[in-house]
Structure formats: structure tokens, C-alpha cells
């Protein structure tokens, strides 16, 4: 069996609200909304592809709390293996690269979204925390 995707993603903590993104039509799952990340690139570690892709898609810096309970999830085309990790907002202006919006919501309003499937344990997960 095919190893799957490794993709990290952040889910930022911006005045005790959650950031959170859209992707654009022309992304697989279009217009879902999704925790900022990415895949990791060859020789990178977790740590160092979160805050590289936070920096590249959204032009801010933050600081890792903790990582989360990774999940895995097969989309009909490719199996991802997320690994989420808690942080804080730092500096810098939000600026969306690759998204269309962001919204920042309290933990309670992420579930009256439509989230990228394999975004919804996170999801569930923060409920309980």
C-alpha cells in the first residue's frame, strides 16, 4: 500500500478566536474550508513545513504550541496523513497567497462550515478541548 500524503496544518489562535481558510475553485476540494498548511517537502521536518507554509500562504509568523492526534483520509485521488498542530498568532498582516477569505470564529461557530472532509476530526476535537 501506498504511504500517504504527509500534509501538516495549523490552527491558529488569533485574539481566542480560531483562524480558518477557503480554498479557491481551482483547488481539489474547491471552495471547502480547511485549517492552514501544507504537504512537507523532502528533508523538512513538521515543525519547520508549518511554519514555512503559514509565512508562504498567509504572510504571518506564529509559534507552535503543542501538535495534535494526526488523522488519515482517503480522498478518492490521494490518502493524507494530518497532523495538526496548535499555535499562536505572532506578527504580520494577513494575506491570503492561495485562499479566497479567511474568517476568524470561536471554537463553537467551526462546525457551520463546509470543511475539507479530512478537517473534520480536528474540528470535532477542538469542540471538546
Not at 513538521?46 to 507554509?53: A, F, H, L, N
Not at 492526534?69 to 482517503?74: F, G, L, N, Q, R
Not at 499562536?88 to 498582516?93: I, P
Not at 470564529?105 to 469542540?127: G, M, R, T
Request: with cysteine.
Amino acid at each position: 500500500m501506498k504511504r500517504p500524503t504527509i500534509v501538516v496544518c495549523a490552527i491558529i489562535t488569533i485574539d481566542n478566536k480560531i483562524l480558518v481558510v477557503q480554498r479557491n475553485n481551482t483547488m481539489t476540494l474547491p471552495l471547502k474550508w480547511e485549517f492552514p498548511g501544507g504537504k512537507i517537502e523532502p528533508n523538512e521536518t513538521e515543525e519547520g513545513c508549518i511554519t514555512r507554509e503559514i509565512k508562504e500562504e498567509l504572510n504571518i509568523e506564529i509559534t507552535l504550541l503543542k501538535k495534535l492526534e494526526s488523522s488519515i483520509y482517503k480522498y478518492p485521488t490521494i490518502t493524507i496523513e494530518l497532523i495538526p498542530f496548535l499555535a499562536n498568532y505572532e506578527k504580520g498582516t494577513i494575506n491570503l497567497k492561495e485562499h479566497i477569505q479567511y474568517k476568524l470564529l470561536k471554537k463553537e461557530e467551526l462546525s457551520s462550515l463546509d470543511w475539507a472532509e479530512a478537517d473534520l476530526p480536528i474540528v470535532k476535537e477542538l469542540q471538546q478541548l
